[in-house]
């Protein structure tokens, strides 16, 4: 898709949940290149990520990507 739309256009990147902290941050790392503008729903779907702060914390503190979720 970043061949077609190019630099100008951003993209964020829906994953869906259920990865383990240690794949969502390899799945982050490996999309840097692409520049998404986040990511969203990496470890759980939406309304339940206050239940895993602790893990959200330790993926955003790992990549350079935001995170979104819920």
Request: charged share 20%; proline share 9%; hydrophobic share 40%.
């Amino acid at each position: 898709m970043k061949s077609i739309a190019g630099d100008e256009i951003g993209l964020p990147l829906n994953r869906g949940p259920g990865l383990t902290v240690l794949d969502a941050i390899w799945l982050a790392k490996t999309m840097e290149p692409y520049n998404p503008m986040w990511l969203e729903d990496l470890l759980t779907g939406d309304y339940t990520p206050y239940i895993m702060a602790d893990l959200y914390r330790e993926v955003t503190r790992s990549i350079t990507t935001p995170i979104h979720t819920g």
